[in-house]
């Protein structure tokens, strides 16, 4: 790792740390293919300073391209104990912009826009777990099985990952080191489908309630952490609940549950919202917003092209520069200060307080 820092010309600052409210640039060390569609790409900080997350957070990277506003969020797929360093695992989309410049054109050396990490996709303590994984979605709860193996940690974990057949089970290979190695893990390969490997001897088919109650049998009892693509993970929780699984003990992470809103109903006796005109400078549109909902959601509504991902005020992707007017803003966590000194806010979490335009 040190050798590559100095390839890479970082500079290294013992006991210095990354400040996610300063630090806004990380350059790219190495770039590992995973399967043949999905690559893991690992990040260090330009002073060499060492980066305090969480397991199952994520960072928010910003890619210059074509000089245009892109933003996609990537959870960490590394472990919080090995701070000098942080990986992301992507995987190569149709049509994916963000994506696909990273599989094509991101290489070692190379420096990327990013803040972070952000997230509250983080295991609580319990005496055990289920990790449920669909694709890529399977880096989060990766981050979570690899601290758990770096602090040694005495542990009850079932992890079911499923793809769409063996060779697109990411991290398959160490998946299985690490089940072998550490006592208190039991993994399941769950592909789709099985036609392109003949000799493959495990599950098979989709997630279902009948595999559930018979792989994990005691799976009310558990801590269940669940990412993947929405229809895997509106399954999944069905799956669940129905097998006893109360709602505080399924935990799920999604970057594609975008929240609209619909107008509410209105009430006998409730004072009506009052409405706003919310200008779009860059897409000369203008819509009206009421004062109980946010810009975003009448925006998609209006068919107004605005980057978002969490919907929630956590991942930033939405971040707008606020030309004029006032908003109301209940982030999570997802914009700095100093960005909202300089006029930028999250239109997911803010509703108007005024008349609005934006530089959009």
């Known amino acids: 790792m040190a050798t590559e820092m100095q390839q890479a010309g970082i500079a290294q600052s013992a006991g210095s740390w990354w400040d996610p409210e300063v630090d806004d640039a990380l350059i790219c060390i190495d770039v590992h293919d995973e399967t043949h569609d999905v690559k893991s790409f690992t990040f260090v900080s330009p002073q060499g300073k060492a980066i305090r997350f969480a397991a199952g957070q994520y960072f928010l990277f910003e890619p210059d391209i074509d000089g245009k506003d892109n933003g996609r969020c990537y959870s960490i797929s590394s472990s919080p104990l090995r701070p000098n360093a942080i990986t992301v695992t992507t995987k190569r989309v149709a049509g994916g912009k963000v994506s696909n410049w990273m599989h094509d054109t991101l290489r070692a050396g190379m420096q990327i826009k990013a803040s972070g990490p952000m997230g509250r996709f983080i295991r609580p303590a319990a005496k055990g777990y289920v990790f449920l994984s669909g694709g890529s979605g399977i880096t989060p709860v990766m981050s979570m099985l690899r601290e758990i193996a770096d602090r040694a940690e005495p542990t009850d974990v079932v992890f079911l990952h499923a793809g769409r057949s063996p060779k697109d089970l990411v991290f398959r290979e160490e998946l299985a080191l690490l089940a072998r190695r550490m006592k208190g893990v039991r993994l399941l390969f ?40 929405a229809p895997f993970m509106a399954a999944a929780r069905t799956i669940c609940t129905s097998l006893g699984v109360s709602e505080d003990r399924y935990i799920e992470e999604s970057f594609d549950a975008a929240v609209i809103e619909d107008a509410p109903a209105p009430a006998m006796e409730a004072v009506a919202a009052k409405s706003f005109e919310v200008r779009f400078a860059k897409q000369g549109k203008a819509i009206a917003v009421c004062s109980d909902q946010t810009v975003l959601s009448q925006a998609k509504k209006a068919g107004l092209r605005i980057p978002s991902s969490c919907a929630n005020g956590i991942c930033g992707t939405c971040k707008s520069k606020l030309v004029s007017g006032t908003v109301d803003m209940q982030h999570d966590g997802g914009i700095r200060q100093r960005e909202i000194d300089a006029g930028f806010f999250l239109p997911c979490c803010s509703k108007p307080l005024s008349d609005l335009v934006v530089d959009r």
């Not at 088919?205 to 558990?222: H, K, Q, V």
């Open 190 to 229: 769950l592909p789709e489908e099985i036609s392109t490997d003949r000799a493959w001897h495990g599950f098979s088919g989709r997630i279902s309630r009948e595999l559930m109650a018979l792989a994990i049998p005691d799976i009310a009892e558990r801590v269940v952490m669940c990412c993947g693509p």
